[in-house]
């Protein structure tokens, strides 16, 4: 079975400091690698996706994300985070036709103005 | 486009009562999926329609509940009988058929079971 691991759990960080939120997985077949974002009071929404292609995967609001194959990882980074990216941030994973898809446990962060 | 629609927002039950969720994917979306999050716990799947079929029901505690997407748009999630443990959100998104698609997320229903 698929699963995937989210070690932060909780992180704070000052604004302008810098992010990484570590995402590993464990799939043998081709993965689909996804991060959602929940801010307080909102629904889930997408933040980016890899697919194919470039591992380096960039999304809305200055969030990237790199594909590491042989490490298994899909981390989310950002240079400069801002107090708007206090939020939840899901790591998420599915099988390449799109069933079984997989949500990490989450990283709550909390950015200090 | 108007978004993934759930009701009631809210439920407090018994245990062993039953209770039922609604949810109105965005139009033309033909997969939807039903989640349970569990408080710390990341989005958990529990059964994943495409149209009025069903593509993965893996993670359905069948024993109680079930869940049915009869004409191939909205859908409904019961549980019957209730436990303490079900206590949880529960979430429905819905997107366009494949992988590649972004899953679109309702509000949730928040279920306490007392």
């Known amino acids: 079975a698929q699963s995937v691991s989210q070690h932060n759990h909780h992180v704070i960080l000052s604004e302008a400091a810098s992010l990484e939120l570590g995402c590993n997985y464990s799939?043998?077949?081709?993965?689909?690698l996804f991060w959602y974002v929940q801010y307080p009071g909102q629904h889930l929404q997408l933040l980016l996706k890899?697919?194919?292609?470039?591992?380096l995967v960039k999304g809305i609001k200055g969030f990237e994300a790199e594909f590491i194959k042989s490490k298994f990882s899909f981390n989310l980074r950002k240079p400069s985070v801002q107090w708007s990216d206090t939020a939840e941030y899901f790591c998420?994973?599915?099988?390449?036709?799109?069933?079984?898809?997989?949500f990490g446990t989450g990283t709550s962060l909390t950015v200090i103005p | 486009e108007a978004g993934v629609a759930q009701s009631p927002r809210y439920k407090i039950i018994e245990k062993r009562q039953s209770v039922a969720f609604w949810c109105n994917p965005i139009?033309?979306?033909?997969?939807l999926y039903w989640y349970q999050q569990i408080l710390g716990q990341g989005p958990k799947l529990l059964i994943q329609?495409?149209?009025?079929?069903?593509?993965?029901d893996s993670q359905l505690p069948k024993d109680r509940f079930s869940a049915e997407r009869l004409k191939g748009v909205d859908s409904t999630l019961k549980i019957q009988p209730a436990k303490l443990e079900d206590s949880a959100v529960y979430l429905c998104?819905?997107?366009?058929?494949?992988?590649?698609?972004?899953?679109?997320f309702g509000p949730g229903t928040r279920l306490t079971v007392l």
């Open positions: 998104a819905s997107s366009l058929t494949g992988a590649a698609y972004e899953q679109f």
């Open positions: 799939y043998g077949g081709t993965v689909n």
């Open positions: 890899y697919f194919s292609g470039d591992p």
């Open positions: 998420a994973v599915t099988s390449n036709t799109g069933n079984q898809f997989y």
């Open positions: 139009s033309g979306h033909a997969t």
């Open positions: 329609f495409q149209n009025n079929g069903v593509v993965d």
